[in-house]
């Protein structure tokens, strides 16, 4: 934690003494924290994971308060490790202040949580959901560009069950995008791909490609909800995304090389619908992901999924899921070989299925198999110097025990 | 043939979609009360709702809604499948991702009757729920009406008055 997330703990904590002090509202806090298992067969998902990894747990802290009736101000400080992702790095999850000026017009402004599909805002918290890895369409490998967008927004509820969210600034993360699965480890593939394209030499000429910054601009984040008039029924459309300009340094044949990369766009559109029946939830998202690099041709990632849960009790619930994730929409099959990966690094097909029980309303136990059918986006599977070691057809297994209070 | 959905996985599947099949069912009396400083005597059903799914947080005039909730009591499983159209479990998840993304505060709880109507006497804006009728000087009980209900009934004794 660094000086400026003491301070801000500290402001809360001050503050909220002196509110109750003046009997005016105390700071609310609230926290989470979980501590997750992962065992795989045949790839590792983060390192080691098919000997079974405990490298993969979070937790936050959050301080909310009303200065008026319609001014409420709020931090959350977040940590989480994925295997080499997190590394337990405390960060400012989401900070803002929101201004409710009607039901129809909310005014926010800080780093707030970027609008994904259904379920992208409450992600970090594994006690809101019946999942503990969400489907492909949230990309948990692309999770440092899901957090949050840093500028001014507004939000409300509009007539005949409509609500919205605008934020506009700069897509956000304090823990550098550089270091991130994206553009650390994904983006030099294809880098070294389209420059031996280029130039005529092997990719393998080109070495040592890592990014020494990355600059998102123009971000934006939309976000609309419908509460159809069928009861149960909510149908979402969201969008975010920006422009990236990203440096890269690389050697070619032994000469340093230093290229600038610009994504005009990079952003993802997700619909998504949901059906909620008594204790049954039924919902379908879809999700493409437009990125182009300046000079080059479009591309698009796209991904769906439907998942079906149910709560048979207090104490239980479960959940299935089947998702598809294609890096390349129109290379579905990898027969193109576009990054100089395997065909099988093309798609990610998985069947999930999820034991939910609340032990109690603050613990959460959750069990969880998925049937893997493919490697894209596996972060650790694209680390390996023989990309023929790997099995196309795999099994994650995961167990996690969540407390929030 | 070596795919996700083998024979045997396929098995397994149709078991498990099997037990979606429970359809739990609920239904009481639940009463509706405020503080007295509400300057309401009754909502709609929709108003409520709104209320205690965190949609709505000012009364008019510029006083904060305090929503008061006891999920022990199975009083409030009633409660929230009758108003907000959640099971208890899927009200406390939209709850925590209220919270947990700083959309929303949680509501103030309470561990039983006596507690919630001290709670909602006690703060100024609050409203809650209890199984029976109380009208005290600092609570009262208001009318939940269905506004879609009162239109239809409305519509349909005109149409019998024309007649």
């Known amino acids: 934690m660094n000086r400026l997330q003491i301070a801000i703990s500290s402001f809360f904590i001050l503050f909220s003494a002196c509110m109750a002090s003046y009997g005016m509202e105390p700071v609310s806090i609230h926290g989470f924290v979980s501590q997750g298992y992962i065992h795989s067969?045949?790839?590792?998902?983060?390192?080691?994971?098919?000997?079974?990894?405990?490298?993969?747990?979070?937790?936050?802290?959050?301080?909310?308060?009303?200065?008026?009736?319609?001014?409420?101000?709020?931090?959350?400080?977040?940590?989480?490790?994925?295997?080499?992702?997190?590394?337990?790095?405390?960060?400012?999850?989401?900070?803002?202040a929101d201004y409710n000026y009607k039901p129809w017009l909310g005014i926010r402004a800080g780093r707030m949580k970027i609008a994904s599909g259904l379920y992208n805002i409450s992600r970090d918290l594994g006690s809101a959901r019946t999942f503990i890895m969400l489907p492909g369409i949230y990309m948990e490998s692309f999770r440092e560009l899901f957090v949050g967008i840093k500028g001014i927004g507004a939000h409300g509820y509009l007539p005949y069950g409509?609500?919205?969210?605008?934020?506009?600034?700069?897509?956000?993360?304090?823990?550098?995008?550089?270091?991130?699965?994206?553009?650390?480890?994904?983006?030099?593939?294809?880098?070294?791909?389209?420059?031996?394209?280029?130039?005529?030499?092997?990719?393998?000429?080109f070495t040592n490609v890592r990014p020494t910054s990355v600059t998102w601009r123009n971000s934006k984040n939309i976000g609309l909800v419908w509460d159809t008039p069928l009861p149960g029924l909510r149908l979402s459309g969201t969008y975010w995304g920006g422009r990236v300009e990203e440096e890269m340094v690389f050697e070619m044949s032994g000469i340093p090389v230093s290229q600038e990369v610009i994504f005009e766009e990079l952003a993802v559109r997700v619909v998504s619908a949901e059906?909620?029946?008594?204790?049954?939830?039924?919902?379908?998202?879809?999700?493409?992901?437009?990125?182009?690099?300046?000079?080059?041709?479009?591309?698009?990632?796209?991904?769906?999924?439907?998942?079906?849960t149910h709560r048979?009790?207090?104490?239980?619930?479960?959940?299935i899921y089947y998702s598809?994730?294609?890096?390349?929409?129109?290379?579905?099959?990898?027969?193109?070989?576009?990054?100089?990966?395997?065909?099988?690094?093309?798609?990610?097909?998985?069947f999930c299925y999820t034991f939910r029980f609340d032990i109690?309303?603050?613990?959460?136990?959750?069990?969880e198999g998925h049937v893997v059918d493919g490697l894209a986006l596996n972060p650790q599977t694209y680390y390996l110097d023989d990309f023929g070691d790997v099995k196309t057809h795999w099994e994650i297994y995961l167990a996690k025990l969540s407390y929030n209070f | 043939?070596?795919?996700?959905?083998?024979?045997?996985?396929?098995?397994?599947?149709?078991?498990?979609?099997?037990?979606?099949?429970?359809?739990?069912?609920?239904?009481?009396?639940?009463?509706i009360i405020v503080n007295t400083t509400i300057p309401v005597s009754a909502l709609s059903k929709n108003e409520l709702r709104d209320i205690y799914i965190g949609k709505r947080t000012i009364w008019n005039g510029n006083l904060k809604i305090v929503p008061v909730i006891a999920p022990s009591l199975s009083l409030h499983d009633e409660f929230v499948l009758k108003y907000t159209r959640k099971s208890s479990s899927q009200f406390k998840i939209w709850w925590l991702k209220l919270v947990f993304s700083g959309e929303g505060a949680f509501p103030k709880t309470a561990s039983s009757e006596k507690e919630m109507i001290e709670k909602v006497s006690e703060n100024e804006g609050a409203i809650g729920y209890v199984s029976s009728e109380i009208n005290t000087d600092r609570v009262k009980t208001i009318v939940i009406y269905d506004k879609d209900e009162m239109i239809k009934t409305f519509e349909k004794s005109k149409g019998t008055d024309n007649e």
């Open chain 1, 275 to 308: 059906y909620t029946f008594s204790d049954t939830i039924l919902s379908a998202e879809y999700m493409t992901a437009p990125f182009y690099a300046k000079d080059q041709p479009r591309r698009k990632l796209e991904a769906y999924s439907a998942s079906l």
């Open chain 1, 324 to 350: 598809e994730l294609y890096p390349h929409y129109d290379d579905k099959d990898g027969s193109e070989e576009r990054e100089g990966v395997p065909p099988n690094y093309y798609w990610y097909k998985d």
């Open chain 1, 41 to 96: 067969t045949g790839n590792d998902v983060i390192p080691d994971s098919t000997n079974g990894s405990f490298e993969m747990n979070e937790l936050g802290i959050n301080f909310s308060t009303l200065v008026s009736p319609r001014l409420r101000m709020g931090a959350q400080f977040f940590a989480r490790d994925y295997g080499d992702y997190g590394n337990d790095q405390v960060n400012i999850d989401w900070a803002f």
């Open chain 1, 162 to 205: 409509f609500s919205y969210v605008l934020s506009f600034g700069v897509i956000d993360n304090p823990s550098n995008f550089k270091d991130s699965f994206l553009f650390a480890t994904l983006l030099p593939f294809t880098v070294k791909g389209t420059a031996a394209r280029m130039t005529g030499l092997s990719p393998d000429d």
């Open chain 1, 312 to 319: 048979f009790s207090p104490l239980f619930e479960l959940g």
């Open chain 2, 1 to 31: 043939m070596n795919s996700i959905f083998n024979r045997k996985r396929f098995t397994w599947m149709i078991y498990f979609l099997g037990c979606f099949l429970f359809v739990p069912v609920a239904a009481a009396e639940v009463y």
């Open chain 1, 360 to 367: 109690s309303y603050n613990w959460i136990f959750k069990l």
